[in-house]
């Protein structure tokens, strides 16, 4: 639903500002914050200008404590507030992990719906930057598997500013995760290739104002019948550089909402194509892409005519010298399609 349909084009940095920017301006107990969020405006700058245009008592930095940061926001949600906080890097939430699984999950079903925790946690996720093995985990799966939590990473700069609005306003707590290697523009797993601007993409024509984009509700980000590929994030474009390679007709699934999942549109596709791809960014054990293979097996068993197939990244930290042997790139992701409409 959108209140306002000028588009112009913008970045996802400009696209999740904008989303604060909307947010604040219309729910005056929206609050943002977090580490250097303020005056300095993010890291990545995407609360930049923010605390200019609201004051220090709604877009205000934090000190160096996740838990602390949570914390605070688990106590504002209960009395009323909806804070928007951001965790630096998704590599530092796990000091905050105790709040979040034991307060922020636990406070409408403890208090039978008396509190609740309206709080959206924004962390930048993901490598393709040469972070290392503390700038580029991606940590969905240990949030996806917590009751009473939403999971949500987009993909593009349209669906993360409808999905950030839908967070701000939902009564639980969602973990928002941005992938950083989108931040500027698509990544199609080429490294060496020049870096293509958000400008030069339809998904990166924006709503000026209000709109949502639901957060259980998947999308087909490319039509196709030979297989289906269930992907998130960044994984989503490196899918379509696959098919496009390998001239394999995919339908690209973006789940967008990895928790509550839109299980009606994988099953709907894999009864289609009876094949099945996922693929992560993620370590390959425990990762979420298990819960999606099981689930796939579950309820489309019959329609299937090949095994499943899984691209992830590797059991081990994630190497800065071996980026691009860790990233799952469009060679790696490409050989599965190939398996699976050769089996």
Known sequence: MAENTVKTPMTMI???????????????????????????GGVFRCTEGLQKKYGTSRVFDTPISEGGIVGVAIGMGAYGLRPCIEIQFADYIYPAYDQIVSEAA???????????????????????????????????????????????MPSNPYD?????????????????????????????GHHDKPVVPWSQNPLGEV?????????????????GKQLTVLAYGTMVWVSEAAARETGIDAEIIDLRSLWPLDLATIVESVKKTGRCVVVHEATRTCGFGAELVSLVQEHCFYHLEAPIERVTGWDTPYPHAQEWAYFPGPARVGAAFKRAVEA
């Open 106 to 152: 636990r406070l409408r079903f403890r208090s039978a719906g008396d509190f609740t925790a309206p709080i959206t946690i924004r962390t930048p996720c993901g490598g393709g930057i040469y972070g290392g093995q503390t700038h580029s985990q991606s940590p969905e799966a240990v949030f996806a598997h917590v009751c009473g939590l939403r999971t949500v």
């Open 14 to 40: 400009q696209a999740l500002r904008s989303a604060m920017d909307v947010m604040l301006e219309k729910d005056e107990q929206v609050v943002v914050f977090g580490q250097d969020v303020g005056y300095f």
């Open 207 to 223: 709503p000026e104002g209000y709109y949502t984009v639901p957060l259980d509700k998947a999308a087909i980000f490319r039509p």
């Open 160 to 188: 993360a500013k409808g999905l950030l609005i839908s967070s701000i306003e939902n009564d639980d707590p969602v973990i928002f995760l941005e992938p950083k290697r989108l931040y500027n523009g698509p990544f199609d």
